[in-house]
């Protein structure tokens, strides 16, 4: 079956739906869905990056940023509540 008939993955639209779609818009929500998954596959690495740390890793303490120490009083977070 050729992809165009096919809406993206988990966007909650039927095969008729999709159809019905003008194929120009369609172009767009194919390009803006991939960017969407490119974006979260980003902000997950982002997040294993800030969250690396002497408690998820086997560095030592001394080894952590200091900003974090800051945010985290600021924020009033632990890592816990993310």
């Not at 988990?10 to 991939?34: C, H, Y």
């Amino acid at each position: 079956m050729d992809d165009d008939l096919l809406p993206p993955l988990n966007s909650g639209l039927t095969s008729e739906e999709w159809q019905q779609t003008p194929e120009r818009v369609r172009e767009m929500v194919k390009a803006l869905w991939e960017k969407v998954n490119q974006l979260q596959d980003t902000v997950e690495k982002l997040r294993e990056i800030v969250n690396c740390n002497s408690q998820g890793s086997s560095q030592p303490p001394s080894q952590d940023r200091p900003d974090r120490k800051v945010i985290k009083e600021k924020v009033g977070l632990t890592l816990k509540d993310r």
